[in-house]
């Protein structure tokens, strides 16, 4: 299915691996020229070199990469300043931080829990922030947040991205509702349990035990979830705005 993508432009932040990286690739097979952003920038060149040597055939989109650490939101007009060197505009934002330290109640700090809302809800914020009028204005974008299952169904040992998850889902809930009229949407996708570097670390390094948990016995695809994200940014999906979507195996239980 044609996506309707073709020269868009995407910034992708923590492009480098598992989740964002697979939401990159999926809108860089669909026509969409890319920019990759992480804080290692060996890690992002290992990651284009991955991307241009899995492709099959035909002309590609350009892919761009930039080092920048996201962990403080006063920083964030740096970092698009930077991808604005790269691009003359920008369409699509894949708003991605890598998740907090794991622990509950009684294992992190106020230090740790002003790290985590700096990450992963106040940088995500501004960097919606800082891109959406230009969208507005082409009357054109995408924003897609990734964020978790566990903003719907909290985990107990991860308050910490609960906490922080949740604020940047209220957000941009109610940011969706002030620009859907402009011919922006902005959604949010909530990874269950998928094999990424991350899960392995949450479980030291033996998933069996995740997968079991799920109702399907299996562990989501990195290149699965690329692809829903991917289906968000096209023009089929114009009407999808202030979603929260769960992909996770069934693993969710509620009924909202």
């Known amino acids: 299915m044609d996506l309707g993508l073709q020269g868009?432009?995407?910034?992708?932040?923590?492009?480098?691996?598992?989740?964002?990286?697979?939401?990159?690739?999926?809108?860089?097979?669909?026509?969409?020229?890319?920019?990759?952003?992480?804080?290692?920038?060996?890690?992002?060149?290992?990651?284009?070199?991955?991307?241009?040597?899995?492709?099959?055939?035909?002309?590609?989109?350009?892919?761009?990469?930039?080092?920048?650490?996201?962990?403080?939101?006063?920083?964030?007009?740096?970092?698009?300043?930077?991808?604005h060197g790269l691009v003359h505009h920008i369409d699509i934002v894949i708003a991605?931080?890598?998740?907090?330290?794991?622990?509950?109640?009684?294992?992190?700090?106020?230090?740790?829990?002003?790290?985590?809302?700096?990450?992963?809800?106040?940088?995500?914020a501004s960097l919606v922030r800082h891109t959406i009028d230009p969208m507005i204005e082409a009357r054109w974008g995408r924003i897609i947040a990734i964020t978790s299952l566990w903003v719907r169904q909290p985990s107990p040992n991860l308050i910490l991205s609960n906490a922080a998850r949740s604020g940047l889902t209220s957000y941009l809930k109610t940011a969706s509702q002030a620009v859907a009229q402009f011919g922006v949407t902005i959604n949010t996708l909530q990874p269950g349990l998928h094999e990424t570097e991350r899960l392995t670390a949450l479980y030291h390094g033996d998933l069996t035990a995740a997968a079991r948990s799920v109702p399907s016995q299996t562990l989501?695809?990195?290149?699965?979830?690329?692809?829903?994200?991917?289906?968000?940014?096209?023009?089929?999906?114009?009407?999808?705005?202030?979603?929260?979507?769960?992909i996770d195996g069934g693993l969710y239980s509620g009924l909202m």
Request: no cysteine; proline share 4%; charged share 15%.
């Open 8 to 83: 868009r432009v995407a910034l992708v932040t923590g492009g480098s691996s598992g989740l964002g990286l697979e939401s990159a690739r999926a809108l860089w097979e669909n026509g969409v020229e890319v920019i990759l952003v992480s804080r290692d920038a060996t890690r992002l060149a290992a990651a284009k070199a991955q991307l241009e040597l899995d492709a099959s055939s035909g002309n590609r989109a350009p892919i761009h990469t930039l080092a920048f650490e996201i962990s403080d939101a006063a920083t964030i007009p740096n970092l698009i300043a930077m991808a």
């Open 96 to 124: 991605n931080a890598g998740g907090p330290p794991s622990g509950g109640l009684f294992d992190v700090t106020e230090a740790d829990l002003n790290a985590a809302v700096n990450r992963n809800f106040l940088a995500m």
């Open 220 to 246: 989501g695809r990195a290149r699965d979830f690329g692809a829903v994200a991917a289906f968000l940014a096209s023009e089929q999906a114009r009407y999808i705005n202030g979603a929260s979507i769960p």
